[in-house]
Nanobody
């Protein structure tokens, strides 16, 4: 069984910073792409950033220059450093991982999400 556990969300003022972390636990062969997504009330889920196993990152335009995604393959973790936060960044942030099972089957796994609120 594979589980993704996020941490680091909270309330922050505009211009502040937060660091989100996600750890993948369970029994599996390896992890391919990982990423962070977010969903605001009344909105569809959107991509924030993704990162390949080799460290190649991709960002939404809204995140470029402010957010940095990173991963540690030895620890099965992916982080999202968020700087210069804006009220429009307020959303539930979810971790995603494409996990290869021990039977060599690829699955998408999602964490339950962590709330990020940017407000004065």
């Amino acid at each position: 069984q594979v589980q993704l556990t996020e941490s680091g969300g909270g309330l922050v003022q505009p211009g502040g910073s937060l660091r989100l972390s996600c750890v993948v636990s369970g029994r599996f062969f390896s992890i391919n792409d990982m990423g962070w997504y977010r969903q605001a009330p009344g909105k569809e889920r959107e991509l924030v950033a993704t990162i390949t196993r080799s460290g190649s990152a991709n960002y939404a335009d809204s995140a470029k220059g402010r957010f940095t995604i990173s991963r540690d393959n030895a620890k099965n973790t992916v982080d999202l450093q968020m700087n210069s936060l804006k009220p429009e960044d307020t959303a539930v942030y979810s971790c995603n991982a494409r996990v290869i099972s021990r039977m060599m089957v690829l699955y998408d796994h999602w964490g339950q999400g962590t709330q990020v609120t940017v407000s004065s």
